[in-house]
DNA sequence: GTATATGCAAAGGGTTTGCACGGTT
DNA sequence: AACCGTGCAAACCCTTTGCATATAC
């Protein structure tokens, strides 16, 4: 469990609560989760939580900096722990494969954009959409199926 | 219009329709445009058309390969043109505000990805967030509200 | 004439909101 | 005791689907 999630909370006025606990250590173990599979994993503790509140905990847990969201594809957000390593997830339009690499590999990406432009890249956020190595060797066959 | 549109369709055995040429003028017009904006597009000539005709043709031109569609932030994907010059968009998580830049930019990105984990980005898919140069000089402001 | 495309309406996911109750401070 | 947080249900937005009709071939 993040260390110091209590004060984090309390010192921008939040309080703590019994879910609020329960979603967090859920986002660590799940590691990458969306709202429903948070709320799922946060039932086996405490079954009587509600979806509705999955949602306003995360928001509470990002606005403090607990957390973060990334998209990957057209589907539900997915959040992690902040004191994670920061990664960017390479997604496979064809098997839907997610593969993590480190968030330093951009740094050239993510350094020129700020030169250039003077874009400040969060590139945690948005996930990297493609085709994985076995796919792409693959990619004559038919696709199994509703690509991202 | 793209050039050849017709044969693309006839090609891969779909049938041309007048809704299909409306739907592939206004992405071309709008050059951004999301599903309902394309809609009001479309209307302005044919105010019949249904949203679920866009939906639908959308899927279709971007099977043939005359559209594409990237993902900006929580809303719903923004269509493009395939011809137009490939881009990456990135969005200011403060303001809004979508800046276009030159898929090239992230060629060492993309090169490196391929490179070391054989996988082949599209690059142009999703979007880049982060905070835009003037954003990033006033960041000790609050929020405007509602951070994609 | 036949198969595909469309319009319409209803259903479906994911997310947000209003309200009254319950818990934290 | 006051206020924030929660559960519940309804509403919301975006998208998909079933079906009958219309249209391209």
Tied chains: 1, 2.
Excluded at 7 to 32: C, K, N, S
Excluded at 45 to 54: D, H, M, P, Q, R
Excluded at 88 to 114: M, T, Y
């Amino acid at each position: 469990m993040t260390e110091g999630w209590e004060r984090r909370l309390r010192d921008q006025g939040f309080r703590i609560t019994p879910q609020r606990q329960l979603v967090l250590e859920a986002v660590e173990h799940l590691r990458h989760g969306t709202p429903e599979e948070i709320l799922v994993e946060v039932q086996r503790t405490a079954s009587g939580v509600n979806l509705s509140t999955i949602y306003r905990t995360l928001e509470v847990l990002e606005d403090v900096g607990l957390v973060t969201h990334a998209h990957i594809g057209h589907g539900p957000p997915t959040y992690h722990a902040v004191d994670e390593h920061t990664h960017i997830h390479l997604v496979c339009d064809r098997c839907k494969a997610v593969q993590s690499v480190p968030a330093s590999r951009a740094a050239g990406f993510v350094d020129a954009l700020e030169a250039e432009f003077g874009f400040r890249t969060d590139i945690s956020h948005v996930s990297v959409h493609g085709l994985c190595a076995d796919c792409k060797d693959r990619s004559f066959e038919p696709e199994p199926d509703d690509p991202l």
